[in-house]
């Protein structure tokens, strides 16, 4: 029975405890363009995050935000096809030995009332393929907040840098902006190869002290036995 509850109570370290700390969610990326600067900041200092930066897209400037200040491009596609070429975009990186989740990417989105009708998101974990999330900007001058939740594992796990990039489309007017305010990438980071617990030298250490108490345990109650036989 003893020698059970030694092989049970090794098991329930070396298993049992075998988990990670629990990840909390924290703002991965972030830009608001305060200050005019399309630089991005992060709550996690295990991770890396650029600029924000466009391509294809004409001379960008700084506006009113939501509040503060925002990132306004002109030159957006004028049909309702996108145009790969036209976005905004930005990168996240983890440091070496750590992976990242992720969970909601958010922004602000504002139309002129020639600007882009349409807005989609796409990110190089498939070479830009694939259609994350798209939306729609019904009316001119009126920030919508656009929010798109990452499910599956495509977006967790990631030990290498992911760019997303915003496609602006179905404009009126070559002329027409779109602002963005409040970029937002929330997620969680955690060591790329997480050692379990039971496997550490502090778990062994507990297992073997757990095992050698129950088997002195034992042997005391063995002698003890033994010396009630003779005495009877």
Do not use: C
Not at 5 to 10: G, L, M, P, R
Not at 55 to 75: D, H
Not at 155 to 176: D, E, K, M
């Amino acid at each position: 029975m003893l020698k059970n509850a030694a092989i049970a109570t090794f098991l329930l370290s070396s298993t049992a405890l075998a988990t990670t700390l629990p990840a909390h969610a924290l703002t991965l990326a972030r830009y608001t363009f305060e200050g005019d600067v399309t630089t991005g900041t992060s709550d996690d200092p295990t991770v890396t995050v650029s600029s924000f930066n466009s391509s294809g897209l004409g001379t960008a400037t700084y506006v009113e935000g939501n509040p503060g200040r925002a990132r306004n491009f002109n030159g957006w596609e004028t049909t309702p096809t996108v145009n790969l070429t036209k976005y905004v975009t930005f990168e996240i990186a983890p440091n070496t030995g750590r992976s990242m989740n992720f969970n909601t990417l958010s922004f602000d989105g504002r139309r002129s009332p020639t600007g882009s009708q349409l807005v989609q998101v796409r990110s190089s974990r498939d070479n830009y393929a694939a259609v994350l999330a798209t939306f729609s900007l019904p009316v001119s001058d009126v920030f919508y907040p656009l929010s798109l939740a990452f499910t599956g594992t495509d977006f967790q796990n990631l030990t290498t840098s992911v760019s997303f990039r915003i496609y602006g489309y179905n404009a009126t007017a070559g002329a027409g902006t779109l602002r963005f305010d409040n970029v937002v990438l929330d997620g969680t980071t955690q060591a790329a190869t997480p050692v379990p617990f039971g496997f550490t030298p502090i778990w062994g250490i507990a297992a073997n002290g757990v095992v050698f108490g129950l088997r002195k345990l034992r042997n005391k109650q063995m002698r003890s036995g033994s010396q009630s036989s003779v005495k009877a």
